[in-house]
Every structure is written in C-alpha cells, then in structure tokens.
C-alpha cells in the first residue's frame, strides 16, 4: 500500500471513529444487542407449566426463599418503591375491549400500604446470600402508599404486532427517559409495566405464560421491566373467572397477574439474583393459582375498589416453616 493510500485510510478511520463516539453521546440510553437481557421470569398458564413454575401445592412442596446477592448489591425494591404504566403502540387508541387499563391503573392507585402487599417487606438486601430471614438486618424491601408513579400512553406509533423481548426492554428504556429516570440509582427502586394491546402479545402468551418480568441494562442503569400482556385475550388460561363467576369474573386475571409480577418484582428486582426457592421460583410463584384451601386466591378491598389478587409466599408464616398468605 502507498504511504499516501495508507495516510488516508487511517485519517477515515479517525473520522468515522469520532463521529460514532459523538453520535452515541447524543442518543437516548437503549437496549441493543450489546446490553445485557437478562432472562424472562415468567408466570406460568393456569394448569400448565413455563419456565421456574410453582408446582401443585408449592405452599407444602419446596422450600423457603433465600436471598443470591443482588445485582450490585440491589436485589429488592427500597425506599420509594415506583410503578410505571406504560401503554404501547398506537393499537390501544380507542381499543381496550375489556377496560384493562382502568382497571389496572385503580389497583395499582391502591395497592401501596395494603396487607395483601406487605409480606414483601421480610425480605431485604445486603444481608449473605443463602438468608432465608432477614429480622432487622438488611435493609428492607418496602410497601409505601402511592407507588402508581406514572401514566404514559405511548401511542403515536404503532407496536410491534408481537414484540421480542429486546423491543419490551427497548420500550422500557424508553419510558425510563420519558419519566427522568436517567441515573442507575433512580432504577433501584422502580419497575415498569410495558402493556401491549389486544391481539399485539408477545409470542407464547396465553399457551406457555401469562406475563413476565425481567431487566437490561442501559446507561441509566439496570431497568426492571415486566412484559404485561392483555391478559383477557387468553381467558381462563390466564385467570378469567378463577375467583368470581360471570361476566364480573372474566377480567380476574389482569389483577391476579398484574399483582403476582408486582410483588415479584419488588422481592426479586433483577431476576434471579433477588429472593428465590430452590427450584428457582419466587414469592409469586410458590402461590400461583390455588384454588382452595390455604393461599386460595381471593378477592382483596382497597380504597380503589376490589381486585382478586393471588396470595404471597411468606418465609414467615407458620413459625417460620413458610406458606402463602393473603395479608401480612
């Protein structure tokens, strides 16, 4: 090669090497293929099974939580524990059949300081992992009133018609920096519910799970997401009629999932470095649809309404040997 061919070359590769570095200062933070999916935590289908599912009567068949560490020390919800409801894509404008986004949005509006959601609180960080009871070390995880932090319909566009688990951590990341969540310390605390409209589920919903969460990472830190599909599109697979009959009965589900990810991800933040069984499942899980019984789902009153939630796993209950429990 000529020195002059040579010269040149590098000359473009310094060039191109700049304006790639300029261009990615000024970008939003993303998920891309570079950052890091961690894997789906999923809820199974009723009377099916995915991936870390609770077995039958899982109150009596595995063992207590214990904690793994964290992810950078993080791994439950402190503080001030935040929801995030994020509708998306174009295909929820005037297109919500069975009114899942009001009903979602009164429980959440309520469910902050609830009994039903203060099991989480025995459950704590920066405590060994193997823990499998926190008493006052630790700090813990917590039940604040008011977590329904914000609201965002983003719909000037259209979703993907059935998105891949790197678009549902790209649109998190998103509504991270639509909200102002922009440091790794703001997303300790915080988890974002990614809804997709009716028929626009991700593929498997309804035959292999009902919902799932997860996180990525990103320049504003490690991002807590859960992928919420329209839960009544897959009926009794996924709660429709499981704790009221009827035509009141069918949209049971949005609460009963829409909860057991909440609490899940309050207790497991970053999964699974969080509080886990041995067999991988978490406090949501270890409840899943039962029945009767003791743990049987139910419904719960708040002060915005009543919702059918499942019940919670509790280390605690029954002089520490565990069990699903509706209040704490």
């Known amino acids: 090669m000529k020195r002059s061919h040579f010269i040149f070359v590098i000359t473009l590769a310094l060039v191109i090497a700049v304006v790639t570095s300029l261009t990615s200062s000024l970008s939003p933070a993303r998920a891309s293929s570079a ?141 991270a920096a639509h909200f102002g969540n922009t440091t790794a310390s703001s997303n300790t605390t915080v988890q974002y519910v990614i809804n997709t409209a009716t028929h626009n589920n991700a593929s498997g919903f309804g035959t292999q799970y009902c919902a799932w969460h997860s996180s990525t990472s990103s320049s504003y830190g490690h991002i807590a997401y859960t992928n919420m599909p329209y839960i009544t599109d897959a009926g ?40 886990i069984d041995s067999s991988g499942s978490e406090n949501g899980d270890k409840c899943a649809w039962i029945s009767s019984g003791q743990g049987a789902s139910a419904n719960i009153t708040l002060s915005t309404g009543t919702f059918p939630v499942q019940s919670l796993w509790s280390n605690a209950f029954n002089s520490g040997a565990g069990g699903c429990v509706l209040s704490y």
């Open 35 to 175: 950052d890091v999916l961690h894997s789906p935590h999923s809820m199974q289908v009723k009377g099916g099974c995915h991936t870390n599912c609770a077995e039958p009567n899982a109150q009596t068949a595995t063992s207590n939580l214990s904690y793994h560490g964290g992810t950078g020390g993080v791994g439950v919800e402190t503080g001030a524990d935040k929801v995030y409801l994020i509708y998306w894509g174009s295909q929820w404008n005037s297109n919500d059949p069975s009114g899942e986004a009001a009903i979602q949005q009164n429980f959440f509006k309520g469910v902050g300081g609830s009994k039903w959601n203060n099991s989480v609180t025995q459950y704590c960080e920066g405590v060994p992992s193997g823990t499998i009871s926190c008493g006052s070390s630790g700090t813990h995880a917590t039940n604040p009133t008011g977590v329904l932090a914000g609201i965002w319909y983003d719909n000037a566009s259209s979703a993907p018609s059935k998105p891949s688990q790197s678009q549902l951590a790209s649109e998190a990341v998103k509504a």
């Open 236 to 275: 009794a697979s996924c709660g429709a009629n499981f704790v009221n009959s009827g035509s009141t009965g069918l949209t049971d589900g949005i609460t009963i999932v829409g909860g057991h990810e909440f609490a899940e991800t309050e207790t497991d933040i970053y999964p699974s470095s969080g509080w």
